[in-house]
């Protein structure tokens, strides 16, 4: 075995007593698990056992295993197993950026083609795991001082570098740039290999300083530089040197024993892997941060090798599974002095300086460089208050504090605290910055509270506001873009227009009201952050945009329009109409979050009960994929069409994990739902056919799948549509053809006897008609005969029976009122209100037997007084009565039958079709007039039968007599009319029927 070779079995022999990991100074945050994931035989690993970690140039993962004959692929979103040669002593395993997957062994180099593997004999070679795949044909290796490629076509190797160019020593290690960069470590210096347009290879070496021990492994770095782990001269242990390009700089960084040291995380970030026995802890070298494992953690195996990526990401092979650390998008600088430190409130002043206000102390930032300024002792500023923190024009830096006596005053030139004393017998309410070097502050006196302007020199009342009224404890000032002024406390908010004061409160069903923060969204539109919620105010009208906050303390819109809100549960992010929320998942300190704030540079900051944090939109860019797996899901739903979907969605190395995605779905074709973090839906009754359902996925820094998952699936048809039910149909129409063809046989064998029926039955159907034209008009007089009959009865009611019965009335008045004694007077008022309700019984029954306006007024008055009597008797449909108002001259008969037919028309509305609404229309049209009955019910069936009683067929054939006719219009559960139309008489008729009467 060569000495490669037994050097790496040494370093894999001395990887497995590692214990723990150790987190340098040179990054003491972002070492929670949260910026770790982990693979295992449960997230689809072949087993947990990790022997071996590769990176692909294109940064595809490839994990070894410890004795099976099987690697696996992870791409960043799915993981594939291949089986590899049984035979091959593995090394090492890369991927070309055409897909073709490599194996260096100790036999050579194997390629797969499909499903074949071919072994390709390479002289020089050894067992370094060194190598790089260029294209199908192409790779690159390392063999002792110097790079080789290899080309298939040729069977050959070729040096890259001349013997006066490989003098720095024997190659140590390899990292890929990119797809066309790679870099080579050597024994006393590095060679960065790159590939033209034309795949034409160019290489070029950096030595070390000529003072410096071998180098043992050099990283790119996506600024560029190369980070360079090296031997110490003259100590045990190894140091860093950074390379930017032009020369290399030390960092200081040294570890005894240490076993491996790799970069990772922002900038120079550097860990370090020390081989220590029977702990389980990660924690940084200040101490400032440790946590224990937990004991089913990945973190607690042995590591049995790394790699490293460009991105500052990198993967460790462990016993336990796969881990992979990477930075996070929230990010606290390490150089700022609010570790483990609540920053409430962040400014940026004229001169670009960034302040930050923290419990102990004010902080800037300028130019990349912090600096740290201790309150004066016993200051305490008011956390609870962001939004206080501001300059003056000379540059001066304004913060509120608990004492309400004066304000807190910061020097930048001296770096020296002082105190601003408003006027006397005056206590500071709250401080408003406005910009420019100028303050508004609300005093509180004796009379009430007052705002007045502060510009680093004197108080000056403004105008209209000296008398604010009371809104408890205020938080919040702001300008809209009208004008405006709005004033929000915890008791409500008020606005101030044109000198005007109004006040309002932010008031819904939870009973909050107040605000402790305001967000102008449009001329039109502001936001308010409460204590549980946040509202909207758009034109007037008040909703809730957000719930369950717990007091959103600062909102801001930054320059790509998301909104962000901080809150104690977390830090909100509103895009793609979807709220997200970033908490220690995501990298921040703390879940609980004071204030958000958008530097001139476009770059977000968060300040939170742990510190502050910057938020790197640009480390996760990658959208996340969606499934919606078959095997999770009906592809064929029941006729009654209920069917619940499932889905899931996998965001690129699970920078966001599947749990905390948000989905947007649709169905055939739709529109897009709003985002949320269900992943499944339920649908109830679909029609029967084929649906698609498409899903896409979102992650928490807004990244949106551009190719949604498609999912097909199809409802059953009723059994009368299923395939079955149509076979036998068409059988049974083939039985039926048959026999029609049977009876049309025996019909041709009968036409002869039909010829000579025919004659007979014509004559019978002549004397049939005849006898129906007279039973037709015996039908009419009968009724007209009943109609007399009943306007004869109803005058004897009315003239008789019902004047009788009010004379009786009259006179048991008088007796009551006059005569009758106390002991009487009871029963005699019993016998009045039974005679009052027998006469309005009679008036009732008169006009039901035939009422009196038909003959003494019209059909219209007739018409209308039905209508009043039907709905005051069946409250639940409301009639309605229209007459266009022209004269309609009718025979008494025709009156008469007209007046029959529609309270026939109308007691069906009432007793069959289950409306709402109903009206009875009539109008005049040249000689004729038309009755129209109205509704809106469930409307006529197909074929309308003749029933008991005046039935509709019994209404065409009176109207028939008369030369009238009736017509029926009816659409299923919307609306039905049924119009009766009737001949006009002429004038002389007119003229003679008034003589009659």
């Known amino acids: 075995m060569n000495s490669g070779w037994s050097v790496y079995i040494a370093l894999i022999h001395a990887s497995r007593l590692a214990g723990f990991i150790l ?156 797809t066309r960069e790679f870099i080579f470590g050597a024994q006393h210096g590095f060679y960065r290999v790159m590939l033209d347009e034309n795949s034409e290879t160019g290489i070029s070496g950096v030595p070390l300083p000529e003072n410096w021990s071998g180098l043992k492994n050099a990283y790119p770095q996506s600024d560029g530089g190369v980070i360079c782990v090296v031997a110490s001269p003259g100590a045990p242990g190894d140091q860093l040197a950074y390379y930017d390009g032009e020369r290399f700089e030390s960092l200081d960084y040294r570890a005894d024993p240490l076993e491996a040291l790799w970069p990772g995380g922002e900038g120079r970030d550097v860990w370090a892997f020390h081989a220590i026995l029977h702990e389980r802890a990660v924690h940084s070298e200040r101490g400032e941060l440790s946590m224990t494992f937990d004991s089913d953690s990945v973190l607690t195996g042995d590591v049995m090798d790394t790699v490293h990526a460009p991105d500052g990401s990198f993967w460790l092979a462990m016993s336990q599974g796969l881990a992979r650390w990477s930075s996070s998008i929230w990010r606290t600088p390490k150089e700022s002095p609010f570790q483990n430190s609540l920053v409430f409130d962040i400014h940026q002043d004229d001169a670009g300086r960034l302040w930050f206000a923290g419990m102990k102390g004010l902080a800037s930032l300028e130019d990349g460089k912090w600096s740290y300024f201790p309150y004066p002792s016993g200051t305490v500023p008011r956390h609870t208050y962001p939004d206080t923190l501001g300059t003056l024009r000379d540059g001066s830096v304004v913060l509120q504090t608990l004492d309400t006596s004066r304000i807190l005053r910061f020097d930048p030139q001296t770096e020296t605290y002082s105190f601003i004393i408003p006027p006397s017998e005056k206590s500071i309410g709250h401080l408003f910055y406005q910009g420019g070097g100028l303050y508004w502050i609300y005093l509180l006196g004796e009379n009430g509270g007052e705002f007045v302007q502060y510009d680093g020199d004197r108080f000056t009342p403004l105008k209209g506001m000296e008398r604010i009224p009371d809104l408890g404890e205020l938080r919040s000032l702001y300008k809209a873009s009208d004008g405006s002024i709005w004033i929000t406390g915890l008791e409500g908010f008020l606005v101030i227009r044109d000198g005007t004061i109004q006040r309002n409160s932010v008031m819904d069903e939870s009973g909050e009201q107040g605000a402790l923060t305001i967000l102008e969204i449009s001329p039109d539109t502001v936001w308010f952050g409460g204590r549980q919620h946040v509202y909207q105010w758009r034109k007037g009208v008040w909703s809730r945009v957000l719930s369950h906050v717990d007091r959103a303390r600062s909102m801001l819109i930054d320059h790509d329009g998301v909104i962000w809100t901080a809150s104690g549960a977390g830090l909100q992010r509103f895009q793609n109409n979807c709220w997200a929320v970033h908490s220690r998942m995501e990298g921040l300190p703390s879940a609980v979050t004071y204030k958000v704030f958008e530097d001139r540079e476009g770059r977000i900051w968060c300040g939170a009960a742990n510190g502050v944090s910057l938020y790197y939109p640009e480390t996760d860019v990658r959208a996340p994929e969606t499934m919606v797996n078959a095997s999770d899901n009906p592809s064929v739903v029941s006729p009654e069409g209920d069917v619940r979907l499932v889905f899931t969605g996998r965001d690129f190395w699970d920078a966001t994990p599947p749990d905390r995605l948000y989905f947007s779905h649709r169905l055939d074709g739709e529109d897009w739902t709003p985002y949320s973090a269900q992943s499944a839906v339920e649908y109830r009754g679909l029609r029967s056919g084929e649906h698609v359902l498409n899903v896409r996925a979102m992650d928490r820094n807004g990244n949106v799948d551009s190719s949604p998952a498609e999912f097909r699936f199809s409802v059953l048809p009723p059994w009368h549509q299923s395939p079955v039910f149509l076979a036998m149909t068409a059988l049974s129409s083939l039985l039926a053809l048959a026999l029609a063809v049977l009876l049309i046989r025996r019909h041709l064998w009968m036409a002869e006897l039909v010829d000579s029926r025919t004659l007979e039955l014509s004559q019978a159907n002549r004397r049939l008609e005849a006898n129906a034209v007279e039973l037709r008009k015996l039908a009419a007089d009968v009724s007209l005969a009943e109609e007399r009959e009943r306007r004869l009865i109803a005058t004897d009611l009315h003239d008789r029976i019902g004047q009788a019965l009010a004379m009786c009335q009259l006179r048991l008045d008088l007796i009551l009122s006059r005569i009758a004694p106390e002991g009487l007077k009871k029963p005699l008022s019993d016998i009045c209100a039974l005679i009052e309700n027998t006469n309005q019984a009679t008036r009732s029954l008169v006009f039901e037997i035939s009422p009196p306006s038909l003959y003494e007024l019209n059909l219209e008055s007739a018409l209308e007084q039905l209508t009043v009597q039907m709905e005051r008797q069946y409250p639940e449909i409301h009639f309605e009565f229209e007459d266009e108002g022209s004269d309609k001259p009718l025979e008494g008969d025709v009156r008469y039958l007209i007046y029959r037919a529609a309270r026939e028309l109308v007691t069906n509305v009432i007793k069959h079709s289950k409306a709402r609404h109903a009206k009875v229309s009539v109008a005049a049209d040249g000689d004729s007039i038309s009755v129209s009955v109205i509704d809106d019910g469930v409307g006529l069936p197909p074929r309308e039968t003749r029933g008991d009683g005046f039935g509709l067929y019994s209404i065409q054939e009176r109207l028939h007599q008369i030369g009238g006719r009736l017509e029926i219009e009816s659409e299923p559960h919307r609306k039905t009319c049924v119009t009766i139309i009737a001949p006009l008489v002429r004038t002389g008729a007119r003229k003679r029927e008034h003589h009659n009467e």
């Open 23 to 178: 987190l340098t100074a040179l990054y003491a945050h972002g070492m929670g698990l949260e910026n770790w994931r982990f693979w295992r035989e449960e997230n689809g690993l072949k087993e947990s056992y990790c022997q071996q970690v590769f990176m692909a140039p294109s940064g595809v993962i490839f994990v070894r295993y410890w004795e099976i004959p099987w690697i696996s692929r992870l791409d960043g979103y799915r993981v594939t197993h291949i089986q590899i040669p049984e035979e091959t002593q593995l090394v090492s395993i890369s991927e070309s950026p055409d897909e073709t997957l490599w194996l260096k062994s100790s036999e050579g180099l194997w390629r797969k083609d499909d499903e074949t593997w071919t072994l390709f004999s390479v002289e020089p070679l050894d067992s370094n795991r060194w190598f790089a795949p260029l294209s199908r044909d192409r790779v690159l290796y390392a063999y002792q001082n110097n790079i080789y490629e290899y080309n298939t076509n040729s069977a050959a190797s070729a040096p890259l570098l001349t013997s006066n160019r490989a003098a720095l020593g024997p190659i140590r290690s390899m990292n890929p740039v990119s």
